[in-house]
């Protein structure tokens, strides 16, 4: 995938801290997290549980008030999260997110092909038509059947509920989708589909993505660049194939090495931390 150049969210140094309960300490989430992504890139970001990836994605979406810190979406300061009906909707044109499990924010009751008339007319203030030639276009896009259309949510499969889930951020035309795990939870053969899908859709619109999973061989998949956290930091960042294939930091190599792959023993793993510090912060 070719990018123009042109850079479409900034983020610097985003720290978020969470009181702690009771008398105990703030949680830094995420502390001091800078990065870029490109127009039309696709950056991914791993991490182990906890490291601060679904909290960053919040923030960027405008679900979590940063701490300190700033986002940059082409140019235009969404660091607060929008406070007006008008504001959320112009930070939803730019920016979108899908998480692992759409069931849940899916109306049981409602039909699919409903479901994304609703999402369109919110963005499409025309007529009529209008509205279901885009829910046509978008179901087209995402290989959505019209009986599919007509079904509600708990007649579809996990893979075919997250197809609305995609589609139904599209349906605002964001320059930037947020995956979060968003194929964590499909089996490989249906992963599969809907990451072709997903890069078959970053080449017909130029949309940019932001990857969040803790699966390295869908990061390679899907990602030009990623970034690793941990506990609340960036401690690598660069093209896919390098961090992936030449990691610079112990911790990075940790999670590699934790991947099973043919011929991986837990002897394996421990030997490729051999003479590493994964508790080194800094590459
Ligand atoms: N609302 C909250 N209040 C207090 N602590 C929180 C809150 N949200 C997240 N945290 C804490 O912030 C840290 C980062 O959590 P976050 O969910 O961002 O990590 P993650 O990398 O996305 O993990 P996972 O892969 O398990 O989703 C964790 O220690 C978590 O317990």
Known sequence: MTTTGEVILRVEGLSKSFPGRGRGHDVLAV????FELAAGGSLGIVGESGSGKTTTARMLIGLERPTTGRILIEGVDHTTPARTARQWRERGRRIQIVFQDPYTSLDRHQTI???????????VRGRAGEVSDRVEELAALVGLDDRQLRAVPRALSGGQRQRVAIARALAAEPRILILDEAVSALDVSIQAQILNLLADIRERTGISYLFISHDLAVIRQITDDTLVMRHGRVVEHGPTPRVLDEPQHAYTRLLRSSVPRPGWTPESALAALSGADPTEDDA
């Open 31 to 34: 502390d001091g997290v800078e």
């Open 113 to 123: 092909g409903s479901c994304l008339s609703e999402a369109v007319s919110v963005h």
